[in-house]
């Protein structure tokens, strides 16, 4: 039972750790069952979209939802229903109303009437009775709109808009939109308000990864230095904020999520390789700390959520925040981060050598695989002893290139194993044969409400597209590679719509126009001069390798049949497209073997 110092879960549910009473909301989860209350008893559904680690929500539980006069008014008149946004994302890229916390007032089919993000009470008091008046009395009326609306909605779906040949004209689209919104000044993309946009960033460093380009690499260092340099970086206790709520970076919302902390690690350990600049190895490394202190799971070996913002605590200088009680951390294990965080390390692994990082992501991914994978039902969201809510396309997408990334730096053939099985899996339930692209789930996940509907996102498209095309040139099955065209095509029309959040698009049809890179490497892959050879092929100045590994214990036939050798030490060998080149017995000659042979 919820008490007024409520600070955990009250069946289920997961509320602010201060003293509140949003607990005597009568919250249900997300079910068939509240929306049959909801048609029987003639009340709209009030929808709470929550998250951990948000400071705003817990305001709105301390204040908005703690409110006698509130409390009354939507157990009376509405069916309650709260969701976790991080355990349910589907749920929130579908009703979410411009951040968190969301309230969305529902139709008892799940069409929203109104909604707003965080309101204070006396405002959501009008709201709640407005709503309560108009249900009741105009129910009619708000079907018909509702109906207007949906008719809008599939005949969006079904047609995707056409639009031009794929090309590399939609790269330089994206950093030309880059440009115009960026920060001479202060670096960062926006005005008042920034946020980290990694996937800009990493799409400035795979153009910059050919060459330098002056304009693209002061607006990659003026960025990544004011982000360590300002109140986005944790200088005490490591870690980045989520965003920056000023133009400075000096002002940060002071949540710290897996995923978004896992991008910057690799963001800022690719910049370090580019630019050759010391100090972002020092700031991947330094999150890296952040991570396997804080959000480490040492006994399972894969990483929690997020860590909750908390202002007071974060101002503390070192010494009085060695003595505060640190802010809460969300210990469910979410699939689709963990194989971000994996990829990260692997990466941060080619780039730096560190064998801990590479045996720290295996073992992440080893957990996700062995507890959250189904071979029907496919990779499971989240773990809490138990797996939960299979089948979302973002996780499968993540998981098959963190598999690819582990195979290619030479973690062994399970890898590639298993980014098979992910892969074929994704193309047999979530494809979309007809016009293109990838859904967004397994199925419906319920037959009421806009979950009933499947959608195709453009940035979860895109980072699925990217790992089939990789698989497609590790595995030599065009099938994959063939999927991810036609979905890239299917947005072709349509992805300048997104804006910046169109880099991952950007990105992948990069991948796709490249020629194919291809080294194989040759030699038992526990050995340190095996090991030395891969990452050597990953140093190379070029966007896109696809590196093989065969262990000649293993695959000595093969070998043969490729008229590929080992000598007791190993070996490398480079294909561009059709062309193959002369073995290279010495690491150090490989990355300018493959920047010297490169071609566009």
Same mark, same amino acid.
């Given at each position: 039972?919820?008490?007024?110092?409520?600070?955990?879960?009250?069946?289920?549910?997961?509320?602010?750790?201060?003293?509140?009473?949003?607990?005597?909301?009568?919250?249900?989860?997300?079910?068939?069952?509240?929306?049959?209350?909801?048609?029987?008893?003639?009340?709209?559904?009030?929808?709470?979209?929550?998250?951990?680690?948000?400071?705003?929500?817990?305001?709105?539980?301390?204040?908005?939802?703690?409110?006698?006069?509130?409390?009354?008014?939507?157990?009376?008149?509405?069916?309650?229903?709260?969701?976790?946004?991080?355990?349910?994302?589907?749920?929130?890229?579908?009703?979410?109303?411009?951040?968190?916390?969301?309230?969305?007032?529902?139709?008892?089919?799940?069409?929203?009437?109104?909604?707003?993000?965080?309101?204070?009470?006396?405002?959501?008091?009008?709201?709640?009775?407005?709503?309560?008046?108009?249900? /009741?009395?105009?129910?009619?009326?708000?079907?018909?709109?509702?109906?207007?609306?949906?008719?809008?909605?599939?005949?969006?779906?079904?047609?995707?808009?056409?639009?031009?040949?794929?090309?590399? @004209?939609?790269?330089?689209?994206?950093?030309?939109?880059?440009?115009?919104?960026?920060?001479?000044?202060?670096?960062?993309?926006?005005?008042?308000?920034?946020?980290?946009?990694?996937?800009?960033?990493?799409?400035?460093?795979?153009?910059?990864?050919?060459?330098?380009?002056?304009?693209?690499?002061?607006?990659?260092?003026?960025?990544?230095?004011?982000?360590?340099?300002?109140?986005?970086?944790?200088?005490?206790?490591?870690?980045?904020?989520?965003?920056?709520?000023?133009?400075?970076?000096?002002?940060?919302?002071?949540? $710290?999520?897996?995923?978004?902390?896992?991008?910057?690690?690799?963001?800022?350990?690719?910049?370090?390789?580019?630019?050759?600049? $010391?100090?972002?190895?020092?700031?991947?490394?330094?999150?890296?700390?952040?991570?396997?202190?804080?959000?480490?799971?040492?006994?399972?070996?894969?990483?929690?959520?997020?860590?909750?913002?908390?202002?007071?605590?974060?101002?503390?200088?070192?010494?009085?925040?060695?003595?505060?009680?640190?802010?809460?951390?969300?210990?469910?294990?979410?699939?689709?981060?963990?194989?971000?965080?994996?990829?990260?390390?692997?990466?941060?692994?080619?780039?730096?050598?560190?064998?801990?990082?590479?045996?720290?992501?295996?073992?992440?991914?080893?957990?996700?695989?062995?507890?959250?994978?189904?071979?029907? @039902?496919?990779?499971?969201?989240?773990?809490?002893?138990?797996?939960?809510?299979?089948?979302?396309?973002?996780?499968?997408?993540?998981?098959?290139?963190?598999?690819?990334?582990?195979?290619?730096?030479?973690?062994?053939?399970?890898?590639?194993?298993?980014?098979?099985?992910?892969?074929?899996?994704?193309?047999?339930?979530?494809?979309?044969?007809?016009?293109?692209?990838?859904?967004?789930?397994?199925?419906?996940?319920?037959?009421?409400?806009?979950?009933?509907?499947?959608?195709?996102?453009?940035?979860?498209?895109?980072?699925?597209?990217?790992?089939?095309?990789?698989?497609?040139?590790?595995?030599?099955?065009?099938?994959?590679?063939?999927?991810?065209?036609?979905?890239?095509?299917?947005?072709?029309?349509?992805?300048?719509?997104?804006?910046?959040?169109?880099?991952?698009?950007?990105?992948?049809?990069?991948?796709?126009?490249?020629?194919?890179?291809?080294?194989?490497?040759?030699?038992?892959?526990?050995?340190?001069?095996?090991?030395?050879?891969?990452?050597?092929?990953?140093?190379?100045?070029?966007?896109?390798?696809?590196?093989?590994?065969?262990?000649? /214990?293993?695959?000595?036939?093969?070998?043969?049949?490729?008229?590929?050798?080992?000598?007791?030490?190993?070996?490398?060998?480079?294909?561009?497209?059709?062309?193959?080149?002369?073995?290279?017995?010495?690491?150090?000659?490989?990355?300018?073997?493959?920047?010297?042979?490169?071609?566009?």
């Amino acid at each position: 039972m919820a008490t007024d110092n409520n600070r955990g879960t009250t069946s289920g549910f997961r509320f602010s750790p201060n003293p509140n009473k949003a607990g005597r909301i009568k919250w249900q989860p997300w079910s068939e069952q509240a929306f049959q209350q909801s048609q029987k008893e003639g009340k709209p559904i009030a929808l709470a979209i929550s998250a951990v680690w948000c400071h705003w929500c817990h305001v709105m539980d301390e204040t908005t939802y703690s409110d006698d006069e509130i409390i009354s008014l939507i157990n009376d008149s509405y069916v309650p229903v709260r969701v976790d946004s991080d355990q349910r994302p589907d749920i929130n890229a579908r009703y979410n109303q411009g951040g968190w916390p969301t309230l969305a007032l529902l139709t008892d089919d799940g069409e929203v009437i109104t909604g707003g993000t965080y309101i204070p009470p006396e405002d959501l008091r009008q709201l709640l009775s407005s709503v309560k008046d108009l249900y /009741a009395n105009n129910l009619a009326e708000i079907r018909e709109a509702v109906e207007k609306v949906r008719e809008q909605r599939a005949g969006a779906m079904a047609l995707p808009a056409e639009g031009p040949d794929l090309s590399q @004209s939609v790269a330089a689209y994206l950093l030309e939109v880059a440009s115009d919104v960026y920060d001479t000044e202060f670096g960062g993309f926006g005005g008042t308000t920034k946020f980290p946009y990694t996937n800009v960033l990493s799409l400035i460093l795979m153009v910059l990864a050919e060459g330098s380009i002056a304009d693209l690499e002061e607006m990659l260092t003026t960025t990544l230095d004011a982000m360590a340099a300002g109140g986005m970086y944790d200088n005490v206790g490591g870690g980045f904020f989520r965003y920056s709520t000023d133009r400075e970076w000096t002002v940060p919302h002071y949540e $710290k999520m897996l995923e978004d902390n896992s991008l910057l690690l690799a963001v800022y350990a690719e910049a370090a390789h580019v630019t050759g600049k $010391k100090e972002y190895e020092s700031v991947a490394r330094d999150v890296y700390r952040y991570l396997t202190r804080v959000l480490l799971d040492h006994t399972m070996g894969a990483f929690f959520g997020s860590q909750d913002a908390d202002e007071e605590y974060y101002r503390l200088d070192a010494v009085a925040r060695g003595a505060a009680k640190s802010p809460n951390v969300d210990t469910a294990i979410y699939s689709g981060w963990n194989a971000v965080t994996a990829s990260a390390l692997l990466r941060a692994f080619q780039i730096f050598g560190d064998t801990d990082m590479r045996d720290r992501a295996t073992a992440t991914l080893d957990f996700v695989w062995d507890k959250m994978w189904d071979p029907g @039902s496919g990779l499971h969201h989240y773990h809490d002893g138990e797996a939960h809510l299979p089948g979302l396309l973002s996780d499968a997408a993540r998981m098959i290139g963190a598999c690819l990334d582990a195979y290619e730096s030479g973690c062994g053939e399970k890898w590639l194993d298993r980014s098979l099985k992910t892969a074929q899996w994704l193309l047999a339930n979530l494809e979309n044969e007809a016009a293109g692209g990838f859904f967004d789930c397994l199925r419906a996940p319920g037959s009421n409400g806009l979950p009933a509907e499947r959608s195709i996102p453009l940035a979860e498209n895109s980072i699925a597209a990217s790992a089939l095309i990789r698989l497609s040139q590790n595995s030599g099955q065009p099938r994959f590679g063939d999927s991810a065209e036609k979905a890239l095509k299917y947005f072709s029309g349509s992805y300048r719509d997104s804006g910046l959040f169109a880099a991952d698009y950007a990105y992948a049809v990069e991948r796709l126009l490249d020629p194919p890179v291809r080294v194989t490497v040759t030699g038992p892959p526990d050995e340190e001069a095996t090991v030395e050879m891969i990452r050597a092929a990953h140093l190379a100045r070029i966007p896109f390798r696809s590196v093989e590994v065969l262990d000649p /214990a293993v695959h000595n036939e093969e070998l043969e049949a490729a008229g590929y050798g080992y000598r007791g030490k190993p070996i490398a060998y480079i294909c561009i497209g059709a062309s193959c080149q002369p073995a290279v017995m010495d690491p150090a000659e490989l990355p300018g073997r493959l920047e010297a042979g490169r071609v566009r």
